[in-house]
């Protein structure tokens, strides 16, 4: 069965750091292409980077030059490297393919930038 985890959220001052990480068993990730999302309360789910089996990768226009997807492939991890963060860069981040599948979501991890 498929389970990521998602870790590494917290509460960041507006222009700081996080590190997402996205523990995956069940599927590869060096495979299958991976993508973050994030959902603010009562928005919509929307991808904000993903990363494909040949390492080639995408960031949503909101956080391009700010985040950077990677992954781990002997961790089976992705990570996502959030800097310069911004207070509408609050939401719940989830991991998941792309395109996505519904079994796969998680809990997500909160990520909330102050200001």
């Known amino acids: 069965q498929v389970q990521l985890v998602e870790s590494g959220g917290g509460l960041v001052q507006a222009g700081g750091s996080l590190r997402l990480s996205c523990a995956a068993s069940?599927?590869?990730?060096?495979?299958?292409?991976m993508g973050w999302y994030r959902q603010a309360p009562g928005k919509q789910r929307d991808l904000v980077a993903a990363?494909?089996?040949?390492?080639?990768?995408n960031t949503a226009d909101s956080v391009k030059g700010r985040f950077t997807i990677s992954r781990d492939n002997a961790k089976n991890t992705v990570y996502l490297q959030m800097n310069s963060l911004k207070s509408e860069d609050t939401a719940v981040y989830y991991c998941?393919?792309?395109?996505?599948?519904?079994?796969?979501w998680g809990q997500g991890t909160q990520v909330t930038v102050s200001s």
């Open positions: 998941n393919t792309n395109p996505s599948v519904k079994a796969y």
């Open positions: 069940g599927l590869f990730v060096s495979i299958a292409t």
């Open positions: 990363i494909n089996r040949g390492g080639s990768t």
